[in-house]
């Protein structure tokens, strides 16, 4: 029995109803029926709550796309490619989530099946009686292991115990779902779910927000993770050094009872235990570029330059209170707001710091060159800006942004630190291609510099 | 250094394979995303307890679909949630649409990013506001100055609205116009 556009257009009402929890149960009993009785409203229905299945499997549950994932899903390397042949970005992306997320459910599910006690006893369910396990070996790349450590596998999971690693890269997820990437050679130790020791070589942390406080040990002190992507590495004296990719951490030497130091993104800092001082330190993210790779064709804004200078690759494209406005090389400018200078980055403004009334929106545009066969990449954006981020555009599309990313700098107080990364993944053209981000000036009624820093990391597709 | 535990690569990567399919499936049976990842998880538990029994040879999506319908029934008991829960006439037939529709998911997903693309900024504001996390029709409503009641009404159009593209976009045997 087919059934008239009215009953179609008032069935989809109801089911609206119930996806926003606002159905009576006479109404989810009408939806019921429906579906039962009616194949043509059963795919109505699924239509519409798949769409709700998507929108919210993308949005909410997905974790939130990091360097270190990338390794993570490298595993899976062969996949991806048969995946990308037959079925375009979309599969690559349902894949790359849902491995994300599949990696990220194993890691806390030792607990789960302890917690049970009773569970079963096949060989992917810890022993009961066993001691609890710490970590699970997601990836290894290239993995060398020291001739006297046990070679660990995909899906091994750590107690405690040192992981020797003479060459490559491993990488852990652990109980408290952080990612550590273990840069070889290196010697780490897990010394329980949410803490670790690096005995020695380079780690990069990324911790998701459940993981808040992952700390890492060294021989020199300890580093806490307030929300976070940092690398550690502790060398042959015994130095260690910290690098905050992303977010902040705490930092505080050993045996020392003074308060910690707090770093932000894009600050490094050196443990020097010997002169009891936590030292600044040149910030390198190249230091691991084996997990959080600097993008080759997307340059950073104002990289290498001095205040004043002509960026060869940013340029100022339009003013919204300016119809005629000409594009114009963007100029390095002296830090407008106290974020530390780095290799990568440093602020770029037009016309002697871009000084536009309250209101105005700047666009900063950068062309980069993409081969034939490389426009499946993904890349994440860590930026700030002075004031407010408007929107971002490649090749003329938008990208969609969260209200986080659009918050007015000033007002949260991100305008000190670099923010978040924003993650850019559409697909490339081959050739030249157009990075756009505007900038909004929300300063005072005077009128008042605009800005932007930018830096560029390559993601796996 | 502890003795480790192993899941196959197979079955790891058919369980990961799987999570978009599942996911969409429970949402069919239960409405609402928070209340769909607890049974995702919950179904997981069971998948990853079963997996020394998994037959490289079954579907393995159906499988979990099979368990999934199962533990979303048991979640909605356990926790004695005054929610509505279909019976199993409804079950099935939703079961059996989550299968003919499991092998279209990644069409339908690349079908919506089309079909985003093609709203408005504003309205595209709406989605990223009412799916990300703490996305409650009254927060946005404060967020956005407008009365709960109007934004809902614009959530509606725009689900609608998306429904219809993608359905135009998705062929009936798979692929994307």
Redesign the interface.
């Known amino acids: 029995m087919s059934v008239t556009q009215r009953e179609i257009d008032a069935f989809?009402?109801l089911v609206?109803k119930?996806?926003?929890?606002r159905?009576t149960?006479e109404e989810?009993a009408q939806i019921?029926r429906a579906?039962?009785e009616h194949d043509e409203l059963?795919?109505?229905?699924?239509?519409?709550?798949?769409?709700?299945?998507?929108?919210?499997?993308?949005?909410?549950?997905l974790p939130k796309p990091a360097p270190a994932d990338d390794g993570v899903l490298a595993?899976?390397g062969e996949?991806l490619q048969t995946e990308r042949a037959r079925?375009?970005?979309?599969?690559v992306?349902?894949?790359r989530?849902?491995?994300a997320?599949?990696?990220l459910?194993?890691a806390g599910?030792a607990v789960?099946?302890w917690q049970r006690g009773g569970?079963?006893q096949?060989?992917?369910?810890?022993q009961p009686n066993?001691?609890p396990?710490f970590a699970t070996v997601t990836d290894t790349r290239g993995a060398v292991w020291e001739a006297d450590?046990?070679p660990?596998?995909?899906?091994?999971?750590?107690?405690?115990?040192?992981l020797q690693l003479r060459a490559g890269v491993a990488e852990l997820l652990t109980r408290s779902t952080a990612t550590v990437s273990v840069l070889g050679p290196a010697d780490v130790q897990m010394l329980g779910p949410n803490r670790c020791r690096l005995n020695s070589g380079r780690l990069v942390a990324t911790v998701p927000e459940m993981a808040h406080g992952f700390t890492v040990e060294t021989p020199a002190g300890t580093v806490v993770d307030l929300g976070t992507s940092f690398g550690v590495t502790v060398d042959r004296l015994g130095y260690t050094t910290v690098t905050v990719l992303q977010g902040s951490v705490e930092v505080r030497l050993a045996d020392d009872d003074s308060a910690p130091v707090r770093l932000v993104a894009g600050e490094a800092a050196r443990l020097a235990l010997r002169e009891r001082r936590v030292l600044p330190a040149t910030f390198a993210a190249t230091e691991y570029a084996d997990v959080w790779t600097p993008h080759d064709a997307l340059f950073g804004t104002g990289v290498g330059l001095q205040p004043g200078a002509a960026d060869p690759h940013w340029r100022v494209t339009a003013r919204s209170d300016d119809a005629s406005f000409r594009a114009r090389p963007a100029t390095a400018e002296s830090p407008i707001i106290n974020v530390p200078e780095t290799d990568t980055s440093r602020w770029i403004s037009f016309d002697a710091r871009g000084v536009v009334a309250v209101g105005v929106e700047v666009t900063f545009a950068t062309t980069f060159d993409v081969a034939a066969g490389d426009t499946r990449q993904r890349i994440g954006m860590r930026y700030v800006v002075d004031n407010q981020l408007v929107a971002v555009r490649l090749n003329g599309?938008?990208v969609?942004?969260?209200?986080k990313q659009m918050q007015d700098s000033t007002a949260t107080g991100t305008l000190q630190r670099l923010n978040e990364l924003l993650v850019i993944d559409r697909e490339l053209a081959v050739g030249a291609n157009t990075l756009e981000v505007v900038v909004r000036n929300t300063g005072g009624p005077q009128p008042t510099p605009v800005g932007l820093r930018a830096e560029f990391i390559r993601m796996q597709p | 250094m502890s003795q480790p535990q192993h899941y196959t690569p197979e079955f790891i990567k058919a369980l990961a394979q799987a999570q978009p399919q599942v996911y969409a499936f429970v949402m069919t049976l239960v409405g609402q995303p928070d209340v769909a990842q607890d049974v995702l998880q919950e179904t997981n538990t069971v998948l990853l307890e079963k997996a020394a029994e998994y037959d490289t040879s079954r579907d393995f999506v159906s499988w979990a679909c099979g368990i999934a319908r199962y533990k979303a029934l048991s979640h909605f008991r356990d926790r004695k949630r005054d929610r509505h829960v279909f019976g199993e006439a409804a079950m099935a037939r939703l079961a059996e649409a989550a299968g003919r529709r499991a092998a279209q998911v990644a069409d339908r997903e690349l079908a919506l990013r089309r079909c985003i693309d093609k709203l408005s900024d504003e309205q595209q504001q709406l989605v990223v506001m009412r799916y990300g996390p703490d996305g409650s029709v009254t927060r946005i409503a404060a967020q956005v100055g407008r009365s709960a009641n109007a934004v809902s009404v614009s959530l509606s159009k725009i689900r609608k609205m998306l429904a219809e593209c993608v359905r135009q976009q998705v062929a009936p045997g798979g692929g994307v116009a």
């Not at chain 1, 119930?18 to 929890?21: C, K, S, T």
């Open positions: 989809q009402a609206e119930w996806l926003d929890e159905a149960a989810f019921e579906i039962v059963l795919e109505v229905y699924c239509d519409l709550v798949g769409v709700d299945a998507t929108l919210s499997w993308q949005h909410r549950w595993t899976m996949d079925g375009g970005r979309a599969r992306a349902l894949y989530y849902a491995a997320a599949v990696l459910l194993i599910l789960t099946l569970a079963s096949g060989p992917g369910a810890p066993g001691s396990e450590a046990e660990l596998g995909l899906g091994a999971t750590l107690e405690t115990g040192r599309e938008t969609p942004l969260t209200p």
